[in-house]
């Protein structure tokens, strides 16, 4: 199977239909990407068929929960994921990719100028100072592979409004890191997690998508410093 042929058939096992664009779209990211990646660290995948299983069908599982015109807030989007795929694939949804590594911000905002995507933004900057000025901005935020749930809930639930969610990408095994975070969720004015498992396509791994809802005002003394945040985590 070509990547494209990978690709097309992987979203519509998630029940996604792509426009042929879409598709373009997310191989000349893929081409993109890996061409950086020679030059820069941005993914530990090599291959373009893992950049489209491991990356983009793993993100793309994302899509069915985000309500269209909504703004959705990508939490440590490192090479842009989950957020640079799901803005290709969700395009009445607003997406703000945020990370603290500049180069990588400025690679992505290159990708999203190369393809021309007008519902994406890239900026650079911790999530605990973005939170200052972006409190409860958000309908959603979303996040992979940044920290423990606690940690994250931490950064990512002041920026989301009442009534949205955050979405965390998980492994599969995260049953006990999702009972360690009840107590900050809470505190962060966060409802009880429902996990929600799936498996990514062609490739067969389970993983899980940690859904919070927002169910209260975040107390305004959070987020604290980073420091403070991983030294005693709520
Ligand atoms: N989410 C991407 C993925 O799944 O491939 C990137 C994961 S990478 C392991 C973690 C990223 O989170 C890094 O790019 C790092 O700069 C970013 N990050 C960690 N803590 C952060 C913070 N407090 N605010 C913003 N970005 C943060």
Redesign the pocket.
Known sequence: MTERELLETGLEQLGLSASPQAVDDLLRFSALLLEKNKVMNL?AVTDPREVVTR?FLD?AALAPQLQPGGRVL??????????LPLAVLCPQTEFTL????RK?IDFLSDVIAALGLSNCTAVH??????AKDNRAAFDCAV?????ELRVLAE?SLPMVRVGGCFLA?KAADCADEVAAAAHACAVLGGGAAQTLSYTVPHDGVARALVRIPKEADTPAQYPRR?KK?QSAPL
């Open positions: 993914t990356h993100c990508d939490v440590g989007t490192g090479a842009g994921f989950p957020g945020l990370d603290a590594q990588r900057a911790r999530a605990e100072d973005f996040s992979r592979a940044v920290a950064l990408m980073f945040i």
